[in-house]
């Protein structure tokens, strides 16, 4: 490859990872081109992208961009994954994917600015999305309020009741 055409690869390596705030590294040898395709698409749909890089100049980019604890995971087949969102969806897809295609194996990555290995990476696919664990904390935090309108309510209901009999009773009397 001609140091021009390197040097313009890199150059755009660097300006899409430093959109990015989520690296996956993935190895990926002996998977055909079919099933990398049908990945690549899949992925795709959920605003996140894989490639194919050449190790070298995927390291140049790093290093560039200043993610140089990424560059350990950079060795032999790799294909990284990057997305702008929700970093608990990438990891759910990438293990996904790797339990389809056993091929497909995950070596870790860059997480919200933390390296985090394959085992972590799993983990992190355990967890529910950001919408889902917002919904939670919010549920949680309302949890008490809603029981303490429910105590006021019964109390008035009960209120209501009493005083509906004692004008009942004078009504018959």
Known sequence: ???????????????????????????????????????RKDLRKKKISIEIVKNSLAV?????????????????????????????VMAKESTEWSKKIPFLSLRGGLVDGAIVSAVEVNNLAKLPSMPV??????TGINAPIVGVVNAFNSILRSLVNVLQAVKDKKEKS
């Open 133 to 138: 664990l917002r919904t939670q904390i919010v």
């Open 60 to 88: 140049i980019a790093f290093k560039e961009i200043g993610n140089t604890g990424i560059v350990n995971l950079l060795k032999g087949p790799s294909a990284v994954v990057t997305g702008e969102s929700d970093p608990v």
């Open 1 to 39: 490859m001609p140091n021009e055409l390197k040097e313009l690869v890199v150059k755009e390596m660097i300006t899409k990872y430093r959109k990015a705030t989520n690296y996956l590294v993935v190895g990926y040898q002996g998977i055909n081109s079919l099933q990398f395709d049908e990945i």
